[in-house]
């Protein structure tokens, strides 16, 4: 079993930036495939970026060269900063650690891109 926690967001102006992390449980954190989704009212809940155990990374169009992933597989946390920020960016964020069949998934953190 793996716990997930999200922290980081809030509200911020178009064109500000945000940084999200994710604390891991799991003491072989960096064994897992991790990722970044969002979720708006109304909408169905998508990828934003993903990063493999490897490290490799994968961004959804809409966030490409604004936002990063990484992870610190040393303090068992993942990231996502977030830059240039849109009022479309507006979302609740979550966090999803996948390895092999089982997925895990945070309780997410608000984001709020508002003047």
């Known amino acids: 079993q793996v716990q997930l926690v999200e922290s980081g967001g809030g509200l911020v102006q178009p064109g500000g930036s945000l940084r999200l992390s994710c604390a891991a449980s799991?003491?072989?954190?960096?064994?897992?495939?991790m990722g970044w989704y969002r979720q708006a009212p109304g909408q169905q809940r998508e990828l934003v970026a993903t990063?493999?155990?490897?490290?490799?990374?994968n961004y959804a169009d809409a966030v490409k060269g604004r936002f990063t992933i990484s992870r610190d597989n040393a303090k068992n946390t993942l990231y996502l900063q977030m830059n240039s920020l849109k009022p479309e960016d507006t979302a609740v964020y979550y966090c999803?650690?996948?390895?092999?069949?089982?997925?895990?998934w945070g309780q997410g953190t608000q984001v709020t891109v508002s003047a």
């Open positions: 990063i493999t155990s490897a490290g490799s990374t």
């Open positions: 799991a003491s072989d954190f960096s064994i897992y495939n």
């Open positions: 999803k650690a996948v390895r092999r069949l089982l997925a895990y």
